[in-house]
Every structure is written in C-alpha cells, then in structure tokens.
C-alpha cells in the first residue's frame, strides 16, 4: 500500500463479468436517441458501463458544448431502460450535485480539470461523504506529481473508490498519436501506488480508429486494468471526435482480437523459468552499472583535462560523432534506433554533469 493513500481494491466495488473491463460510450450524449440507441447496441454486446460526455470541455468556443441537465435526463431513463451502469465527467460542483441527483454511477475527472488543484479540491469537497467512485484522467501536460495529487486529494476527503485514465499528453513535436501515450508515468503511477487500477483510453490518445486496437493491446500487455473507448451509432456524424469513434459493431469485434494477458504466471514450471530468466537480467544489470561507473570514471578524467585546458563540458563534434557511432553499432545488434539515442542523451546529460562537477571542484587550499 501507498503511503497516506487508502485505495479500495476495484473488484470490491465493480463487478466485473469480462476480461477485459471494457467501458464505452459516445464522446458526447447529443440526442435521446443517439445516446439510446448506442447503448442498446454496446448492451447487446456485452458492455454494461457506459460513458457519455454532457459538458463538454472544448479548446475553442463555438463548438457543441454538452447537453447538460438534459442529457443527465436521458442518461437516467436509459440506466432504468437498459439496466446499465453509467460514468460522466464533472469538473464542478454544480456538475456533481447534478450527476449525483441523476443518479451517475461513476464520476470522472477530466485531463483539463487534473491540471488545476483549485477545480480538483473543489470536486473533492463537493463528493465528500458520499463515496463515489470516480476515475482520475492524467493531466493534459506530462507530470506525473499533478496526477499524484489529484488522486491524493480526492483520497483525501475519504473517498477511496478511485482509478487513473490514462487518456495521452500534450507534448512537443510531431506525434502519430493525437496525445502521445506516455507509459513511463502511467508505469510510475502504479510503482507509486501499487493498488490503483489504471485504465486506458486509447480513443483520446489515437485520435483516430485505425491505431486503437494496437494501442490497447498495449495496454493489455503492460497489465492496464480496463478500456475506455468511444462509440457512437454513426461515428462520421458525431458532434465531437467523430474521427475517433467507432460503432458498436467494430468495438466488439476488436475486443474479440484483444488478447487479454494474466499478471501472474499459473503454471509452476513457467514461474521457474521466468525467475531463472529474471536472475540473468539481475546479473546483466549489474555489469550495466559496472560499466556505468567506469565510464563516469573516464569522463571525470576527461574533465580534469578539460579543466586545466579550459574546455567546455559539451563538445558539440564529439556528440554527434557518439550519436552516429553508437547508432550504428546498435544496428549491429538489432538495436531499436531511438532507443539507443535516448539512452545515449540520457548518459551524455549524466557525463556532462560528472565534468562540471570536476570542473568546478575548488581545490582545499588552507587560507593564511
Ligand atoms: C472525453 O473523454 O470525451 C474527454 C473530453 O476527455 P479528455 O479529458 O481526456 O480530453
Ligand atoms: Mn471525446
């Protein structure tokens, strides 16, 4: 367990028929009979929780905003109607007094509402005493402190039956993604707090149909707990995300590809091997920093030298020569590219420290 943190285990509190739990739901509730007929299909399917946006939070204004009070209307007829579970977003209090009076199963918080403490305690004040469950979308922008302390404050004021959307991140450059899935926080997340089941939404982070099903294989690979995915009964015509939605019919028919994957090994003589397996990478990881050290080693050498000839640290030339040859080396072995090159800034940044700090060491000279 965390610490500070009490996290009720997700099958205590959701009942959970099939692997893997899937959720889905239109972007946004736009008409009655969108939003019924969407569902009676996902329904037909199997899916029992479903999502539907009813404020809508949008970059520019202009655009269809939700349906709001009306739309909760509808979500509750329907809940009777199909006996389905449902989960909206709310990023306010007038959101949660209304959600809670129509009856919404399952909060959620957006990743625009993750990044603004003010808006999350103010959530969090307005769902206490009331042990609601609710998902906690990461923040738009990559920090993994943010989300932490989103989920703290809603854990906070005693409501325990929580779990992360991971829905992308804003981040620099050009990205096949619409918000590039960052798995290293997500992965950061559940070290941190191991108890906390963690969902994918792979519609937000595709930003289009065609990358969803590998994207949530992904997911599934790497021990995510459940799928948010968006559907609509005519996905070209959505109000919003039309280029992310698919219907009903495609979403069961990619959760039948999904390989669902277990997060313990069931068969003994498997588990003797995949320890076996893992006692080498222990003993390959220790000669890793082994090396490590005999490279920072070298480097600090290097930068007595740098020091007494008055050097810069960085010496653009010979980073780009390491970067071309360590590339290429690393083809040799059939070696991921980037991975290599990220790795290699990541040692280049490290050395450059070790040097300053030679660099910039003061000789103990005794003052007279
Ligand atoms: C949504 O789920 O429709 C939505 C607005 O999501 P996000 O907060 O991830 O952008
Ligand atoms: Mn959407």
């Keep these: 367990m965390s610490k500070n943190l009490n996290i009720e285990p997700i099958n205590n509190w959701m009942k959970i028929e099939k692997n893997p739990l899937v959720i889905s739901g239109p972007c946004s509730a736009e008409t009655y009979d969108q939003l019924f007929e969407t569902c009676k299909q996902l329904k037909s399917y199997g899916i029992n929780l479903m999502r539907a946006g009813v404020w809508k939070p949008r970059t520019r204004p202009g655009s269809f905003e939700g349906n709001g009070e009306e739309a909760l209307k509808w979500i509750s007829e329907i809940k009777k109607e199909l006996d389905i579970k449902f989960t909206v977003e709310v990023a306010n209090t007038n959101h949660i007094e209304l959600s809670l009076k129509y009856d919404i199963d399952i909060l959620w918080i957006g990743a625009r509402t993750t990044v603004n403490p003010f808006s999350v305690q103010e959530i969090a004040d ?3 005493g009331t042990n609601t469950p609710i998902f906690i979308k990461n923040p738009i ?38 918000y590039a899935p960052l798995w290293n926080i997500a992965i950061d997340l559940k070290s941190n707090i191991p108890e906390l089941p963690i969902i994918c939404d792979p519609s937000h982070i595709c930003g289009n149909r065609e990358m969803i099903l590998e994207t949530s294989q992904k997911a599934l690979d790497l021990g995510y707990d459940g799928l948010i995915i968006e559907s609509h009964i005519d996905p070209d015509n959505a109000w919003s995300d039309a280029k992310q939605q698919v219907t009903p019919k495609v979403l069961s028919s990619m959760i039948k590809k999904l390989k669902t994957k277990n997060k313990n090994e069931k068969n003994n003589t498997y588990k003797h091997l995949l320890n076996e397996l893992r006692d080498h990478i222990d003993d390959v990881d220790k000669e890793i920093i082994d090396v490590l050290a005999k490279r920072i080693d070298l480097v600090e050498k290097i930068g007595e030298f740098k020091k007494e000839q008055e050097l810069t640290s960085f010496q653009v030339k010979r980073w780009n020569e390491i970067t071309k040859s360590r590339i290429n080396w690393a083809k040799d072995k059939n070696l991921d590219e980037n991975f290599i090159k990220n790795l290699y800034k990541l040692i280049h940044l490290a050395s450059i420290d070790a040097q300053n700090k030679v660099i910039h060491k003061k000789k103990n000279k005794i003052k007279i």
Excluded at 158 to 167: L, S, W
């Design 126 to 128: 307005a769902i206490k």
């Design 141 to 178: 922008n990559p920090d993994l402190s943010l989300w932490m302390g989103a989920i703290e404050r809603i854990n906070k004021v005693g409501i325990n039956k929580i779990g992360a959307i991971h829905r992308g991140f804003s981040t620099m450059g050009s990205s096949r993604y619409r």
